[in-house]
């Protein structure tokens, strides 16, 4: 009697390190609840190795409920899946079929360094935003929020941009392996906010630097890192951050 349960064939990327050569081999697993998450099904398949005295695959996990944007897979030629707005921590088996080959990778992009089969070194958005997304101005004690009266639609856009975890999926999908998506998001999120306007726009050209020395492609506009990510960071960002940037050769501090 059949249980409903899934026989896949898995092809991962195995990679040692940063410098050794990698390449996709293939598992086979059997009996795949369509209920497990794709995380639960590589535990399933990591149990299994070790049980082999084999090494188990190595990949970034963390929360698993879509909000730190570890999750980091290529798969089947998308980032997080084929489903839209989700993580593959909250992405789940029954989204696939019986007998279906997956293919895993991991992020690609020169700012991306393997460091070891789907996991890469994600630290150089770390330093994008250690670069300027922050506020320093020092405004003492925490207000009242009524005291900063902001526009309802002002508010929800910062809140929109605010949303971004991270991920980088929109660097995974570009074809220019660009940042700009993740940057703008973090640029937008203080640039529509009363407390991030005295560094506006040393903010913007500090992070955009930081960007271009890591190694990050320029936007050519494809639309590819909206479509792909999982929460819906518009392109609208990137339009505001370019217009902070042209705006920042023009402005100087003193006159914000």
């Not at 990327?13 to 209920?35: E, F």
């Not at 996990?61 to 570890?70: L, N, T, V, W």
């Not at 792909?228 to 951050?241: D, F, H, Q």
């Amino acid at each position: 009697m059949s249980t409903g349960n899934m026989n896949l064939t898995l092809k991962i990327w195995r990679q040692k390190n940063t410098k050794a050569k990698g390449g996709l081999v293939d598992y086979k697993l059997s009996d795949i609840s369509p209920d497990m998450s794709f995380l639960e099904m590589f535990d399933v398949l990591n149990e299994e190795l070790i049980s082999k005295g084999d090494e188990p695959v190595v990949f970034d996990h963390d929360c698993r409920e879509g909000i730190c944007g570890a999750c980091s897979m290529f798969i089947n030629g998308r980032p997080h899946g084929p489903k839209e707005g989700i993580t593959t921590c909250q992405l789940h088996m029954r989204s696939f079929k019986d007998g279906d080959t997956i293919v895993v990778e991991p992020w690609r992009a020169k700012a991306f360094p393997v460091v070891k089969d789907l996991t890469v070194d994600r630290s150089a958005f770390d330093r994008v935003i250690a670069a300027g997304g922050f506020i320093s101005v020092n405004t003492g004690n925490a207000q009242d929020a009524n005291n900063l009266p902001i526009p309802k639609v002002q508010a929800d856009s910062a809140f929109e941009a605010a949303a971004c975890i991270g991920c980088g999926a929109c660097v995974a999908t570009c074809k220019n392996a660009s940042a700009m998506l993740f940057v703008s998001a973090k640029v937008s999120q203080l640039a529509q906010l009363p407390q991030g306007q005295p560094e506006r726009y040393r903010r913007v050209q500090t992070m955009v630097a930081q960007m271009d020395a890591e190694g990050f492609g320029n936007c050519t506009n494809t639309g590819a890192c909206e479509a792909e990510c999982p929460k819906g960071i518009s392109l609208e960002n990137i339009a505001r951050m370019n217009r902070d940037y042209l705006s920042a050769k023009f402005v100087s501090e003193e006159d914000i």
